[in-house]
């Protein structure tokens, strides 16, 4: 198994630029999240699914779509980036919905927003 | 709400040395608990988690923790640590949305724990 992909592993946007963020399970994983990570602030909750066609918002939705068109895939797009956005992104998989499930993560998106 | 204070942002210690990572949460209601580490470039795994049961849990890597409802602590030990062990480690609770009434984890902010020869 590859677990959680996570594509591209760094990415330079102007402001006002969009992108998707890629992200891939092959553990038939209902439940998948994206986090946005900051240094001093831990990992923020921005968008999550609990299985295909259902998503939901997370603590920081701001500036971020998602849609999840199959259980493999939850891509992130930032529709008009921001210097604010610059972060690095994880995205995480579990069983279920359940949070005493173990959350498998990708290796991360460095993204910066000039 | 339910939030997570990691008190320490930097552990420097000797190798071979013990460690304790502290972890306080703020909760009235049954919680989840857990330690995940981020070895550096990589994303975060699971290291532990207490669900119920017995207060001290035993995870990988000779690490455990200790469940404390009293003081609302859950912090994170090993007796001996490694070079290797040069992470960053994260506590993290379950947490109730007043919104939607859905669980979601909450991380702290972070350890950076950085073992010296």
């Known amino acids: 198994n590859a677990g959680v992909t996570q594509t591209p592993k760094f990415q330079v946007l102007k402001t006002g630029q969009s992108m998707t963020l890629q992200c891939a399970q092959d553990m038939n994983h209902e439940y998948m999240s994206w986090y946005r990570q900051d240094p001093g602030m831990g990992l923020r909750l921005i968008h999550y699914?609990?299985?295909?066609?259902?998503?939901d918002q997370g603590e920081v939705p701001n500036g971020y779509n998602v849609s999840r068109s199959t259980t493999e895939d939850f891509p992130l797009r930032l529709l008009s980036a921001a210097p604010s956005q610059t972060s690095v992104y994880f995205c995480?998989?579990?069983?279920?919905?359940?949070?005493?499930?173990?959350?498998?993560f990708g290796p991360g998106t460095r993204l910066t927003v000039l | 709400a339910q939030s997570v204070t990691q008190l320490d942002s930097q552990v420097p210690v000797f190798e071979e040395a013990p460690v304790e990572l502290r972890c306080n949460y703020s909760s009235s209601v049954s919680v989840y608990l857990f330690w995940y580490v981020q070895y550096p470039n990589q994303g975060l795994q699971l290291l532990l988690k207490y669900l119920s049961g017995s207060t001290l849990v035993k995870g990988i890597n000779g690490f455990e923790a200790e469940f404390n409802k009293s003081q609302t602590s859950f912090h994170l030990r090993k007796p001996s640590v490694h070079i290797s062990d040069t992470a960053e480690y994260f506590c993290?609770?379950?947490?109730?949305?007043?919104?939607?009434?859905?669980?979601?984890?909450?991380f702290g902010s972070g350890t950076r724990l950085q073992v010296q020869p």
């Open positions: 995480a998989s579990s069983y279920s919905q359940g949070v005493y499930n173990e959350q498998f």
């Open positions: 993290a609770v379950t947490r109730r949305r007043m919104d939607t009434g859905r669980r979601a984890l909450t």
């Open positions: 699914s609990v299985g295909a066609g259902i998503t």
